[in-house]
């Protein structure tokens, strides 16, 4: 099958684009004129387009291609760009340096397809179609999220994650860092929690719904220095790294290393192995709140993100009520009983982070109330987004039936293992609920973007994370920038884009290609 011209399957799609006639060649010759300020771009795009083309790209005061720092160009905000290419060169404009990043990778799509191969690639020559391209994003937040809770998965790995994440426009990689299976996040204070929190005993195998374990121990935990690393690497291409290390549910892995945290001091846990909601919280005496404020500030410490996530999702209430400790909390606090604990830990948790000057960011859950000051990532229902953005809450969308990846792209029985549960197609992805509530433009403001999900209860290697995740991110990233081309004309490019996909070995094809995977194993989130 004959593919598109690379300018005709540019996911995603651009704002604006003209097509005219005519290239311009990138050879040994090209220069590149650099404006102050746009000195990142500059290094990006030789450091992207280096591995397949060989090209250096060296600075000159009269290159032809020419990326400009411009504040006067106010209408394309933060991280919208301008692009002109002619038969005698190229000029990439934007306000901000995050829109000279973002028009990177659109140069980087118009090359052939070949150009995004991480080897070698001789013989094409490296011409850019003549373009004119005016491009502002319609959300101003793209976000994915990696679960390396469940399983671990290195730095080495999460940087190619982001590079995917940054082609797609995206710019905020969620990491989940703690659950109830394993603790990753390096706390200085309590090595604990990733030396004894960090590493399950035995790992889940066998078919859906069974509690059969393997044996096999399975753990692993980030330095400080490599995650620093990572946010650095990640912002030099205009991503964001969200950290999540949650309460007060999903946090078996930390009472294993610190039984004093929990409703009962004198037990003793061990890293979960199991899917699922484990029934084990946080305890609500002051040391477990003091313990969790360490815990935050030395986040902060590494995480420069304006957010931090606390999770606050799935907090089943049953300990908290055959707790004493738990009854007299909530008593002293005024509060209704021992359900309204959950809220009232967020909101002590949120508080922290919001005196720290950061923006706290949490899980929607029904019928429990959050500060005004948190951001609602909403996955049950789309109209707790809706009703979130109303209350004055900032909103991202999070719908588990149109992002979550961990579920199964189709019915085939060739389909490696997923979720158990519904099917989340190509389609569902496009079709996210991204409307405000309200035309009220005070209430527009508050839906920030959505984001995709991947859980990681089944999936254990690099190759099935990409599998479950491409190309239904494409999709998303779709809708997210722009979205308004339609169904039809986003399939249309994807065939083209998929060139992209395989260059950079990305598995991703429909029916699906080997892809190497655990034996199912049972459970849900």
């Not at 940087?159 to 860092?177: E, P, T």
């Not at 008593?331 to 919001?354: D, N, S, T, Y």
């Not at 229902?381 to 979130?388: S, V």
């Not at 990681?456 to 081309?485: K, M, N």
């Amino acid at each position: 099958m004959e593919l598109p011209r690379p300018e005709l399957a540019l996911v995603p799609r651009p704002r604006r684009i003209s097509t005219r006639s005519g290239r311009f060649r990138l050879d040994g010759t090209t220069r590149l004129r650099v404006t102050p300020g746009a000195e990142a771009a500059a290094n990006l795009l030789r450091a992207l387009l280096a591995p397949a083309t060989g090209l250096r790209l060296e600075a000159a005061a009269d290159g032809a291609f020419v990326l400009a720092l411009d504040p006067a160009l106010t209408g394309l905000g933060d991280e919208g760009y301008g692009l002109t290419v002619s038969p005698g060169g190229a000029l990439l404009r934007a306000a901000h340096p995050a829109g000279l990043l973002r028009g990177v990778q659109t140069v980087r799509q118009l090359l052939p397809f070949d150009a995004l191969s991480e080897r070698p690639v001789r013989g094409v020559p490296w011409d850019l179609p003549a373009v004119e391209i005016t491009d502002v994003p319609r959300h101003a937040w793209r976000g994915s999220m990696l679960d390396v809770a469940r399983h671990f998965q290195p730095v080495r790995y999460l940087r190619r994650y982001v590079d995917l994440m940054a082609l797609h426009k995206l710019n905020v990689f969620h990491l989940h860092l703690t659950d109830d299976q394993g603790w990753r996040m390096p706390v200085a204070a309590y090595p604990r929690l990733t030396e004894v929190g960090g590493r399950r005993t035995e790992s889940m195998a066998g078919p859906a719904g069974s509690d059969r374990f393997d044996g096999v121990p399975h753990g692993g935990s980030y330095t400080r220095a490599e995650l620093r690393e990572l946010v650095a690497y990640a912002a030099e291409r205009g991503v964001t790294v969200l950290p999540e290390t949650g309460v007060p549910g999903h946090v078996r892995a930390a009472l294993a290393a610190h039984p004093e945290l929990g409703t009962d001091p004198a037990r003793r846990l061990d890293v979960w192995t199991h899917w699922g909601v484990c029934e084990n919280v946080l305890g609500t005496d002051d040391h477990v709140l003091d313990f969790f404020r360490t815990v935050l500030d030395e986040v902060m410490d590494v995480f420069p993100s304006p957010y931090v996530h606390l999770g606050g999702d799935e907090c089943p209430t049953t300990e908290w009520e055959r707790s004493p400790a738990a009854r007299a909390r909530a008593a002293r606090e005024g509060l209704p009983g021992p359900r309204a604990l959950h809220p009232w830990f967020i909101a002590r948790m949120a508080g922290h982070l919001v005196r720290a000057g950061r923006r706290p960011v949490v899980w929607a859950e029904n019928d429990v109330p959050l500060p005004l000051e948190c951001t609602v990532m909403s996955w049950r229902d789309p109209g707790h987004a809706r009703a979130a953005a109303e209350r004055g809450h900032e909103v991202v969308h999070a719908d588990h039936r149109s992002t979550y990846f961990d579920y199964a792209r189709g019915h085939g029985s060739e389909e490696p293992p997923g979720q158990p549960g519904g099917v989340v197609d190509l389609r569902a992805v496009y079709d996210v609920d991204l409307a405000p509530p309200t035309p009220d433009p005070r209430v527009v403001s508050r839906v920030l973007g959505a984001q995709g999900q991947l859980w990681t209860e089944f999936v254990q290697t690099p190759e099935h994370i990409e599998y479950l995740t491409y190309p239904r991110l494409c999709a998303l990233a779709e809708r997210v920038w722009d979205g308004t081309s339609g169904w039809r004309d986003f399939t249309a490019r994807l065939t083209g884009h998929r060139a992209r996909l395989d260059a950079l070995n990305v598995p991703h094809a429909d029916p699906p290609a080997t892809v190497s995977v655990p034996p199912r194993v049972g459970g849900v989130r």
